[in-house]
């Protein structure tokens, strides 16, 4: 049964702070995995989608990295700012059109 | 981007009244389309998969006649809570999968939240 984890599960930062978040997961034999934005009491903000077959996507100041044979994905966030508190939502789907398995997030406070 | 959407927002009920909660893709067709739900502090948890035309597929542990799927269209799914009782107050989200083409991804509704007094 495929298990989704995040590390930390809360981090706080100044300001400017480039920061990785970690996500893990036990079976690599996965189809996507993607990385989501939640604001407290907010439906889900898809950042970033990686396939299995891509080892890394990009969107501005958020790099998504993947290795799927270790099962394990970062996305690191450069120059933090306080509009980047929140919490980021890690999730993998097994196989096309199933259901994406989330992790339990890690809440990002970012302050100025 | 698709878009999903979800009615209502926010839904306020008494124990044991019956909600129900839409979730269209409003410019794709969708085969198949999930259920969430998260309680405060949790992640999402799937609750079932619903496949137009077809019965819903249950989670473990998710009653499937306390919650009623339906499927009509490739662009309706609805959730129905029946007799909700105040442990059934969470936030709901659905999700409608889109494949094909340069996508094979899950689109994500605003979710619903509903507080059962």
């Known amino acids: 049964k495929q298990e989704v984890t995040q590390i930390p599960a809360a981090l706080s930062v100044p300001e400017g702070e480039n920061l990785v978040l970690n996500c893990s997961f036990t079976?690599?034999?996965?189809?996507?995995l993607q990385w989501f934005r939640q604001d407290p009491g907010k439906g889900l903000t898809s950042l970033l989608l990686?396939?299995?077959?891509?080892r890394e996507q990009t969107s501005g100041r958020l790099n998504a990295s993947l290795d799927k044979s270790s099962g394990r994905s970062t996305l690191y966030i450069a120059a933090s700012q306080p509009g980047d508190s929140a919490t980021y939502l890690c999730?993998?789907?097994?196989?096309?059109?199933?259901?994406?398995?989330f992790g339990k997030g890690t809440t990002l406070s970012v302050s100025s | 981007g698709a878009v999903v959407s979800q009615h209502p927002s926010w839904v306020i009920c008494k124990s044991g009244t019956s909600v129900k909660i839409e979730c269209r893709s409003l410019?794709?067709?969708?085969?198949?389309m999930f259920w969430y739900r998260q309680f405060p502090k949790q992640s999402l948890m799937l609750m079932a998969t619903?496949?137009?035309?077809?019965?819903?597929?249950?989670e473990q542990g998710v009653e499937k006649d306390k919650f009623l799927i339906n499927h009509a269209s490739l662009t309706l799914s609805t959730l129905t809570v029946t007799s909700a009782h105040p442990e059934d107050s969470s936030f709901y989200i659905c999700?409608?999968?889109?494949?094909?083409?340069?996508?094979?991804?899950?689109?994500f509704g605003p979710g619903t939240r509903l507080t059962v007094l």
């Open positions: 999700s409608a999968y889109l494949a094909g083409g340069s996508y094979n991804e899950q689109f």
């Open positions: 079976d690599s034999a996965i189809y996507n």
């Open positions: 990686i396939q299995s077959s891509q």
């Open positions: 999730a993998v789907a097994n196989q096309a059109g199933t259901a994406l398995i």
């Open positions: 410019d794709f067709q969708a085969t198949t």
């Open positions: 619903s496949n137009e035309g077809s019965k819903a597929t249950y």
